[in-house]
Structures are given as C-alpha cells and as structure tokens.
C-alpha cells in the first residue's frame, strides 16, 4: 500500500485520545480472551476510538477576512442571538451559527477568525440534546471572545451535549492565533456556536455539512446578502 493510501486512512490523533484508545485496546484483549466475537466489535470500537480524536491536516483559505467553521458538522441553527453575558460582548443580538457534531465527526475545534483572544469563560450547566436551541443557554460551555486586527469582535462557545462530559481549551486569555488555529476539543458529540461580527452575514445554510478549517461561513469584505435554503 503506498504513502498516499495509507495517510487517506490513518490520521493524526490528538493527545487527548491517546488514554482512551490504550483503554479500548485493553477492554478488547480481555474481550478475546471471553469470547472471538466480542473482541472483534471491541475492535471496532477501539478503530472509532481512534477516529473520534483524529486531528487532519487543514488547508484554510488565506485570504484575510474570510470566516471558517470551527468544527466539522452540521449548521443546526442560524438565527440572530444575544450572545453568553460572560463573554462580553453586549446584550445586542448577533448573528449566531450553530454547527452541531455527531460522535462520528472530528472533533478538534478551530479558531474561525485569526484575532486575539480577549476573554475565555467556562460556565457549568446541562447536559442537553446539543442539537436543542436552549442547549446554548443551558449547557455546559466554554467561551471565548475574539478581537480582529481591524478592531471587530466576534465570539466563539463550546458547547457540551447529551454524551460529552469534557470541554478541552488549550488556549489562554491574550493569546493571538490565525485563522484555522486549533484551539480546543469536545468529547464525545457537541455543538459550536459562532456569534459573527455586526453587520456580517453568514454565507451558508442550515443542513449543510461544516469542514473545520476550510468551509467560509462569512466574509468580512463581502457585502452579499445572506443565503436562503437548506433543511428547516
């Protein structure tokens, strides 16, 4: 098998799965040691393991201004928002994107925006459905607010949903980061939510599928319209 076909199915991992995959592995030898079978679907459970925390390479559009998703998924929600009190960033509403992730997505999250981070904040709470609308305010979440070079400042939030139980921020308050930049994980199925800057509009739409890195939700230098569609 050459380099190529072996890099399209092995990933890079993040750290943070390295414990959880060891521990799969091991609840699997002691399942072959019961029963042939069970060891074979603790295999795959181990493989899905490993893909859970697999953390590609991401080839994000340099042109400045250009929004991207922070997670791979599905936009749930696209609505005007008052965005987490803690954050900071007033109580006017802004245009929130919400991108939900399945246990089956890649769950790095990445900074939308290049900016620096000018408030992180956790606030415990529910552990709700995370594709529900009130899992925004209800969950368990993560916050951060992020200010552009040019001044503008937008927020970013990770959301807990009905099986994570871990909200992973590796970055730190006054840290300046680029675009596509890692910046924390979710564990296990979660949802992202993007409070765009004033007076930018999203340029995707509900059901459609989110690239973390790659796929542009917003353009700062476009004045275009936002888009109709999708699934409701």
């Known amino acids: 098998m050459s380099v190529s076909m072996l890099s399209t199915f092995i ?7 390295r414990k959880f995959v060891a521990i799969f592995a091991g609840i699997t030898l002691v399942l ?12 795959g459970l181990t493989v899905w393991c490993y893909y859970f925390f697999r ?9 400045e201004g250009l929004m ?35 246990v089956f997505n890649c769950h790095v999250n ?12 956790y606030r415990p709470g529910k552990f709700l459905n995370a594709s529900l609308d009130k899992a ?19 927020g970013v939030v990770q959301i ?26 979710i564990r296990f199925g979660s949802r992202l939510d993007i409070y765009l800057p004033e007076g930018v509009n999203p340029l995707v739409c509900i059901g459609q599928t989110m690239v973390a890195g790659e796929t542009v939700i917003a353009d700062l230098a476009s004045d275009e ?4 569609g999708g699934e409701r």
């Open 55 to 63: 953390d590609p390479v991401r080839v994000t559009p340099a042109r």
């Open 32 to 43: 072959f040691l019961i029963w042939g079978p069970l060891g074979w679907l603790g295999t």
């Open 68 to 102: 991207v998703s922070p997670a791979d998924g599905v936009v749930s929600l696209l609505e005007p928002a008052v965005p987490p009190a803690e954050l900071g960033l007033g109580d006017a509403p802004m245009t929130r994107v919400s991108v939900f992730m399945s």
């Open 11 to 17: 990933k890079p991992m993040h750290p943070e799965g």
């Open 160 to 185: 807990a949903g009905l099986v994570a139980r871990r909200i992973l921020c590796e970055v730190k308050e006054g840290q300046a980061l680029m675009t596509g930049a890692r910046f924390g994980l």
């Open 136 to 154: 925004s305010s209800d969950n368990e979440r993560n916050g951060l607010a992020v200010e552009t070079a040019d001044g503008r400042r937008y």
């Open 225 to 228: 319209a936002a888009r109709t």
């Open 110 to 121: 990445r900074l939308p925006l290049a900016g620096r981070i000018t408030r992180i904040a």
